[in-house]
């Protein structure tokens, strides 16, 4: 969602050949503000097309389907920031995000927030049928922010992990919190504490590999 790196839009790749692979018929709704000489060949991350593509989402969903919502962009504490064009726009709040994500709270659904301070957005968020996946807690930023790489730490730790689609939802989460913790350690910078949330009725799924849970169910 936000203009300024180009990791942004690059993790939304990262996670759709993760999907890919696990299931080439996945429906992938993609939005992304490119940086310079970046792709713009999708339509733009603003909070309209973003409350567009949530509604459509509810509209279409179906108990069960499966729904992975990625969002990557930098973050002030309480708030995902969106900058397209490098003109900034008005940003997604807990109260945004969590009425976009209600009528989908039948439907087994995924949230993660790469973003710093991402971990404030859990409570809000929270509900039986969803696991939550943040970057860090709610008081702390990710190493690396300026994102002068290819992706952005934790999306990375989490798409780019070998085997992924053979772990659990939980397991996956552990694996690319461990990751984390030793690259901050190498580096010698604070924790930024990954969370995640399982929901009561998510933890049955969340426990399945990732690539069981991603092949929802055929119609009977």
């Given at each position: 969602?936000?203009?300024?790196?180009?990791?942004?839009?690059?993790?939304?790749?990262?996670?759709?050949?993760?999907?890919?692979?696990?299931?080439?018929?996945?429906?992938?709704?993609?939005?992304?503000?490119?940086?310079?000489?970046?792709?713009?060949?999708?339509?733009?991350?603003?909070?309209?097309?973003?409350?567009?593509?949530?509604?459509?989402?509810?509209?279409?969903?179906?108990?069960?389907?499966?729904?992975?919502?990625?969002?990557?962009?930098?973050?002030?504490?309480?708030?995902?920031?969106?900058?397209?064009?490098?003109?900034?726009?008005?940003?997604?709040?807990?109260?945004?995000?969590?009425?976009?994500?209600?009528?989908?709270?039948?439907?087994?659904?995924?949230?993660?927030?790469?973003?710093?301070?991402?971990?404030?957005?859990?409570?809000?968020?929270?509900?039986?049928?969803?696991?939550?996946?943040?970057?860090?807690?709610?008081?702390?930023?990710?190493?690396?922010?300026?994102?002068?790489?290819?992706?952005?730490?934790?999306?990375?730790?989490?798409?780019?992990?070998?085997?992924?689609?053979?772990?659990?939802?939980?397991?996956?989460?552990?694996?690319?919190?461990?990751?984390?913790?030793?690259?901050?350690?190498?580096?010698k910078v604070p924790a930024s504490q990954p969370?995640?949330?399982?929901?009561?009725?998510?933890?049955?799924?969340a426990n399945q590999p990732l690539k069981n849970?991603?092949?929802?169910?055929?119609?009977?």
């Amino acid at each position: 969602m936000h203009s300024q790196s180009k990791v942004f839009r690059n993790d939304v790749l990262l996670a759709e050949k993760l999907v890919k692979d696990i299931d080439p018929n996945a429906l992938m709704l993609k939005l992304a503000n490119p940086a310079r000489d970046q792709s713009a060949d999708w339509p733009q991350a603003t909070p309209e097309n973003f409350a567009l593509v949530m509604s459509k989402m509810a509209e279409v969903a179906r108990p069960r389907d499966r729904v992975l919502l990625l969002i990557s962009t930098h973050s002030n504490p309480g708030l995902l920031n969106i900058n397209a064009g490098g003109k900034h726009l008005p940003p997604l709040t807990p109260q945004i995000l969590s009425n976009a994500l209600a009528p989908l709270n039948d439907v087994p659904t995924l949230v993660v927030l790469s973003a710093c301070y991402s971990g404030a957005f859990i409570e809000p968020l929270k509900a039986p049928n969803r696991v939550l996946l943040t970057a860090t807690d709610a008081r702390r930023t990710t190493f690396n922010c300026q994102y002068k790489g290819d992706h952005t730490p934790f999306a990375e730790a989490l798409f780019g992990q070998t085997g992924a689609e053979n772990r659990s939802v939980t397991d996956w989460m552990g694996e690319a919190q461990k990751s984390i913790a030793a690259q901050e350690r190498r580096r010698k910078v604070p924790a930024s504490q990954p969370r995640i949330f399982v929901g009561d009725e998510a933890k049955a799924w969340a426990n399945q590999p990732l690539k069981n849970w991603l092949q929802a169910p055929k119609a009977p």
